[in-house]
């Protein structure tokens, strides 16, 4: 298995651009989530899925859009990429056993610096 | 919604000596608790857990325990190594009032082991 994988791993936008970070994980988890990681705020929650069709907001949703069509996948969108959102993006995954969150294991993250 | 508080942000020990990070928690529903180590440009793994129904937990040099009446728990790690240097976060999961298994997660604490 690759397990969580996460494209790209370093992008440079200017402001009023859009773009997506892809997330992909082969382990059949049903939980996936983003997270933002800013120096002395630790990982901030930025949408969160429960399964394919079901997505929720985190912690910090503004600024973004996801959709998760397949279990496999989870895209985050920025449609309009402002200074503020200069930071590193982490995906991650979890199976859910009867009922219960479990381990969330991290893509390797993308680093994304808006000018 | 859950709110985590860690501290302290910073910790300097010497090797050989213990560490402890505390953690405290806002929702009372919240019934998962795990603990992640990053390293330095890599992602953040999981080293334990523990669930609201277990007051304490082993993994050789390291334990967690867990006072859900107080809502906190803390992370110990004994016989300090050079190597357990990185940043530690811990985070808080619970059902909640959506039934969903949302990981959120505390400011992070620096550890750093002097030789």
């Known amino acids: 298995n690759a397990g969580v994988t996460q494209t790209p791993k370093f992008q440079v936008l200017k402001t009023g651009q859009s773009m997506t970070l892809q997330c992909a994980q082969d382990m059949n988890h049903e939980y996936m989530s983003w997270y933002r990681q800013d120096p002395g705020m630790g990982l901030r929650l930025i949408h969160y899925?429960?399964?394919?069709?079901?997505?929720d907001q985190g912690e910090v949703p503004n600024g973004y859009n996801v959709s998760r069509s397949t279990t496999e996948d989870f895209p985050l969108r920025l449609l309009s990429a402002a200074p503020s959102q200069t930071s590193v993006y982490f995906c991650?995954?979890?199976?859910?056993?009867?009922?219960?969150?479990?381990?969330?294991?991290f893509g390797p993250g993308t680093r994304l610096l808006v000018l | 919604g859950e709110n985590v508080e860690q501290h302290p942000s910073t910790l300097s020990v010497q090797e050989g000596d213990s560490a402890v990070i505390k953690c405290t928690y806002s929702d009372s529903a919240s019934n998962y608790f795990p603990w992640y180590k990053q390293e330095l440009g890599k992602r953040p793994q999981l080293i334990i857990d523990?669930?609201?129904?277990?007051g304490e937990k082993k993994d050789q040099r390291i334990a967690v325990t867990l006072n859900k009446t107080a809502k906190h728990f803390s992370l110990h790690i004994t016989e300090t190594q050079p190597e357990d240097s990185a940043v530690y976060f811990c985070a808080a999961s619970g059902l909640g009032s959506s039934n969903t298994g949302k990981l959120i997660f505390g400011q992070g604490t620096t550890l750093q082991v002097k030789p």
């Open positions: 991650a995954s979890s199976p859910r056993d009867r009922g219960l969150q479990e381990t969330q294991y």
């Open positions: 899925s429960v399964g394919a069709g079901i997505t």
């Open positions: 523990i669930r609201s129904n277990v």
